[in-house]
């Protein structure tokens, strides 16, 4: 997030449609992981994952489906002391994914990777 005289503008990252080059096969999601480097995930970052054009996850405080608990945290091997790895098992199926990070609160955050666990079925 970056102020500027007092007033915040929103941190959003979006990715583009992954389709993981097997652009025909329907991919059946298990995990999404995080290397991020966040002082306070459960109030300053919301997460939101597309299986095609349907939302599939949404962690934000508003969603009462989807449970901040469920996220796994992993030790990460980079450089920086304070990143980990974020994990997350998520069910979805889809020929592309999406994956999208917003932030509203001034703190600090950064994102130095993320990755999908998938398994591809074989086109019809």
Same mark, same amino acid.
């Given at each position: 997030? #970056? !102020?500027? *005289?007092?007033?915040?503008?929103? *941190?959003?990252?979006? @990715?583009?449609?992954?389709?993981? @080059?097997? /652009?025909?096969? +329907?991919?059946?999601?298990?995990? *999404?992981? *995080?290397? +991020?480097? %966040? +002082?306070? =995930?459960?109030?300053? /970052?919301?997460?939101?994952?597309?299986?095609?054009?349907?939302?599939? &996850?949404? /962690?934000?405080?508003?969603? $009462?489906? !989807?449970?901040? @608990?469920? &996220?796994?945290?992993?030790? !990460?091997?980079?450089?920086?002391?304070?990143?980990?790895? #974020?994990?997350?098992?998520?069910?979805?199926?889809?020929?592309? %994914?999406?994956?999208?990070?917003?932030? $509203?609160?001034?703190?600090?955050? !950064? =994102?130095?990777? #993320?990755?999908?666990?998938?398994?591809?079925? @074989?086109?019809?």
């Amino acid at each position: 997030t #970056y !102020s500027d *005289l007092g007033h915040k503008y929103q *941190l959003r990252f979006e @990715s583009k449609h992954h389709d993981f @080059s097997t /652009v025909y096969a +329907a991919k059946k999601l298990k995990e *999404l992981q *995080l290397l +991020a480097s %966040v +002082a306070d =995930l459960d109030t300053s /970052v919301e997460v939101y994952v597309y299986a095609d054009e349907t939302r599939i &996850w949404n /962690v934000a405080e508003t969603d $009462t489906t !989807s449970d901040r @608990s469920m &996220w796994t945290e992993g030790k !990460s091997y980079y450089d920086n002391g304070t990143s980990q790895v #974020y994990k997350l098992k998520i069910k979805g199926k889809g020929r592309t %994914v999406k994956l999208v990070i917003t932030q $509203t609160d001034d703190k600090p955050f !950064s =994102l130095y990777g #993320y990755g999908f666990i998938f398994k591809t079925k @074989s086109p019809r």
